[in-house]
């Protein structure tokens, strides 16, 4: 099992440029995560999906868009990139709600906007 | 809304000596989890342990304790015999018990272990 992996590792963008980040989990995981990470802020939800074709507002979801068209598949996008989405992207996904289960983490993405 | 509060965000200790870092929430919610999360440079999250909070004992894994105490909605980390590998962010988690299974992390506590 590769477990959850994220793919870019890095990139750079410009302001305004568009990308998507994939997030792939071979867990046969109902339920995914899309996080970011910025110094001094801890870990903060984006979006989520409890299932295949199903997503969710987290805590900070502005200017960013998500799909789960598959289940094994958590695409987050950014439409028109700004310097304040630069951070770490963490991915995450897990089988069942609550304490049952973890969420298992992917390796994180480091964006930097200019 | 709930919230996750660390008030440490740096610690140091020498290789073997016992350490605690504190963690503190806010909910009205009964029933839901708890979890300590490590960060080591790779970036990776990894979890070192977690408690529901509808037990009354404190999860313990190996070398990693907790103690919990519900009213006090306190829910801090020991890590006895702490090794050069335990070096890395530690993040507090809560997460409500339902259909909403967001986590809320609280902001990390970065800890050295010193040889």
């Known amino acids: 099992n590769a477990g959850v992996t994220q793919t870019p590792k890095f990139r750079v963008l410009k302001t305004g440029q568009s990308m998507t980040l994939l997030c792939a989990q071979d867990m046969n995981h109902e339920y995914m995560y899309w996080y970011r990470q910025d110094p001094g802020m801890g870990l903060r939800l984006i979006h989520y999906?409890?299932?295949?074709?199903?997503?969710a507002k987290g805590e900070v979801p502005d200017g960013y868009n998500v799909s789960r068209l598959k289940k094994q598949n958590f695409l987050l996008g950014l439409e028109s990139a700004a310097p304040s989405q630069t951070s770490v992207y963490f991915c995450a996904s897990s089988h069942q709600r609550g304490g049952l289960e973890t969420q298992y983490f992917g390796p994180g993405t480091r964006l930097l906007v200019l | 809304a709930q919230t996750v509060t660390q008030s440490q965000p740096e610690m140091s200790v020498q290789e073997a000596e016992t350490v605690t870092l504190s963690c503190t929430y806010d909910t009205s919610e009964n029933n839901y989890y708890l979890f300590w999360y490590k960060q080591p440079p790779s970036r990776q999250m990894i979890l070192v342990i977690r408690?529901?909070?509808?037990?009354?004992q404190n999860a313990t894994e190996n070398r990693f304790s907790v103690n919990f105490q519900k009213a006090a909605k306190s829910f801090s980390l020991k890590i006895s015999d702490s090794q050069l590998g335990d070096t890395a962010m530690y993040f507090c988690?809560?997460?409500?018990?339902?259909?909403?299974?967001?986590?809320?992390f609280g902001k990390g506590t970065r800890l050295h272990i010193l040889p």
């Open positions: 408690q529901e909070a509808y037990k009354q």
């Open positions: 988690a809560f997460m409500k018990h339902g259909r909403d299974d967001k986590i809320i």
């Open positions: 999906s409890v299932g295949e074709g199903t997503t």
